[in-house]
């Protein structure tokens, strides 16, 4: 059974940022992805990256905003977002299938998911 621990959520002003971090408590470098949950609505993809870090994948509405990186040293996928906005408030999980070596967008496609982050984001 793989753990992934998340840290780094908070509460932020608009124009803010914020790094979150997912580390497997596995050392192995998984495809992992990155999803969040707004309140009343459904689970939605923000971003992944594929094991070796080549290849990254954004949602529509945090490209150019979030990015997506891993330190494979540290076993650690992070995700750096900067000019937060109100509609980024949500649980932000992160996720990883030990089959996955390409990034991937659909939830489906990983087994193992963290508990969850809370960013909140003030207008």
């Known amino acids: 059974q793989v753990q992934l621990v998340e840290s780094g959520g908070g509460l932020v002003q608009a124009g803010g940022s914020l790094r979150l971090s997912c580390a497997p408590s596995?050392?192995?470098?998984?495809?992992m992805g990155w999803f969040r949950q707004a309140l009343n609505k459904e689970r939605e993809f923000v971003a992944a990256?594929?094991?070796?870090?080549?290849?990254?994948l954004y949602a529509d509405s945090v490209k150019g905003r979030f990015t997506i990186s891993r330190a494979n040293a540290k076993n650690t996928v992070y995700l750096q977002m900067n000019d937060l906005k109100s509609e980024d408030t949500a649980v932000y999980y992160c996720?990883?299938?030990?089959?996955?070596?390409?990034?991937?967008?659909?939830?489906?496609?990983?087994?193992?998911w963290g508990q969850g982050t809370q960013v909140a984001v003030s207008s």
């Open positions: 990256i594929s094991w070796s870090g080549d290849t990254t």
């Open positions: 996720a990883a299938d030990p089959s996955l070596v390409v990034a991937a967008r659909g939830p489906g496609e990983y087994e193992y």
């Open positions: 596995t050392v192995r470098n998984y495809a």
